[in-house]
């Protein structure tokens, strides 16, 4: 049997990933290469090779960041006009959303939180369709999880949901409540996440007393909670909304940076949860570290960021089928040097053809077919989430 022949042979069944039934894998897991193959990467060896192809053509390296201020705009093509910037409170400023040009890095309007709420997580709901009040045409719909109060309890808060709506331009038409509302320990990451019409959220927190991260899934008025042996790194819906992708740190790492495991969970079913799902994607002898990963908006592709075994560069980013394991889009990769990894997260747009990538010291827009828009942050300006 030839490479060919193994390889389709190997991947017939990969197409059911997420909707096969997973199956319990062990809570505690050593880093062993051999043993890390997740189905979807049973190709990667091959896909090295088209990888390092894609390298020498494109060259899509990704250099020094341009600084937000610079008044030159670029065409972003099919990718969202702007995306929002979620900040909290500081001692003596109030939390805000920022509402930032995708095709310049320049801050549109600042929308600043009141009654002492503080912003804390944004997720986009693409597929809702609602006319304001208004009766503006062409608006975008948002979740905004916020925290709405105090609680009874020392060093924890009321959280809850806000509902906006947003002008094309990235103004606020429309502000609503939620059903949701839980108690919750502050000065915490947390996460929020929606299907694409907006009827199931799920989030992560750390609740009062409580040392285990927890993920929470809200559907139909009814709120179901699991522990999280380790802590929650990326949290999205497939596209049929009846499984969560989740990005969960490994039980091993490199210094401060810890490599994430990619898994598929079905919500509907009470007796699964973050331990009991499948292993998607892991470190494997093509990935040295795998620092990022998430599902597209079609639920087709799986996003990845991560160091390629062998290279210099910190950070390649690339697409690779759910299907057929192999690269959908290598998109280009980091210098030494040129970006701090800390806080990376990426969020595709509805079109799923643009990501909005986040770290610790710029926003990176990458699509295909304009260049790369890069926003720089300082220390004193770290939101805590993006969204388009």
């Known amino acids: 049997m030839n490479v060919e022949s193994r390889l389709r042979a190997a991947l017939q069944n990969t197409a059911e990933l997420v909707e096969d039934r997973p199956r319990p894998l062990p809570l505690a897991r050593r880093r062993n290469p051999m043993a890390m193959f997740a189905p979807i990467w049973v190709a990667v060896a091959v896909t090295a090779v088209v990888i390092a192809s894609f390298v020498i053509r494109d060259q899509s390296r990704l250099g020094d960041p341009i600084p937000s201020s610079s008044p030159h705009a670029v065409s972003v093509g099919s990718a969202p006009n702007y995306y929002l910037a979620v900040y909290r409170a500081t001692a003596g400023k109030a939390s805000r959303v920022d509402v930032v040009s995708t095709a310049?890095?320049?801050?549109?309007?600042?929308?600043?939180?009141?009654?002492?709420?503080?912003?804390?997580?944004?997720?986009?709901?693409?597929?809702?369709?609602?006319?304001?009040?208004?009766?503006?045409?062409?608006?975008?719909?948002?979740?905004?999880l916020t925290r709405v109060g105090a609680s009874g309890r020392e060093g924890c808060g009321t959280y809850s949901i806000r509902d906006i709506l947003m002008s094309p331009e990235g103004k606020f038409l429309q502000w609503g409540t939620h059903d949701l509302e839980f108690e919750a320990r502050d000065n915490e990451q947390m996460l929020l996440a929606t299907t694409k019409a907006g009827d199931e959220i799920a989030y992560t927190y750390r609740g009062c007393g409580d040392d285990e991260p927890l993920l929470a899934h809200r559907w139909a008025g009814t709120t179901t909670t699991w522990g999280s042996a380790n802590p929650v790194t990326s949290l999205a819906y497939t596209s049929d909304g009846q499984s969560l992708i989740i990005g969960r740190q490994a039980s091993y790492g490199k210094d401060d940076l810890q490599s994430v495991e990619l898994w598929t969970m079905k919500t509907r079913d009470p007796g699964f949860s973050p331990e009991s799902g499948r292993l998607l994607l892991t470190d494997n002898k093509d990935i040295d570290t795998l620092y990022h990963a998430t599902i597209s908006s079609d639920g087709t592709q799986v996003i990845a960021l991560f160091q390629r075994t062998g290279s210099s560069t910190p950070l390649s980013v690339a697409?690779?089928?759910?299907?057929?394991?192999?690269?959908?889009?290598?998109?280009?990769?980091?210098?030494?040097?040129?970006?701090?990894?800390?806080?990376?997260?990426?969020?595709?747009?509805?079109?799923?053809?643009?990501l909005l990538i986040r770290s610790w010291d710029r926003i990176v827009i990458m699509g295909a077919g304009y260049p790369t828009v890069i926003r720089t942050l300082t220390a004193s300006d770290q939101p805590t989430d993006v969204a388009w």
């Open 104 to 144: 310049t890095g320049e801050v549109l309007f600042v929308h600043a939180a009141g009654n002492n709420e503080d912003f804390v997580a944004v997720t986009s709901v693409p597929g809702r369709e609602e006319i304001p009040k208004s009766g503006e045409k062409g608006v975008s719909s948002f979740y905004l």
């Open 319 to 354: 697409e690779f089928s759910l299907k057929t394991g192999r690269t959908s889009r290598f998109l280009g990769w980091f210098d030494q040097q040129t970006i701090d990894l800390r806080q990376l997260s990426v969020d595709p747009d509805a079109s799923g053809k643009n």
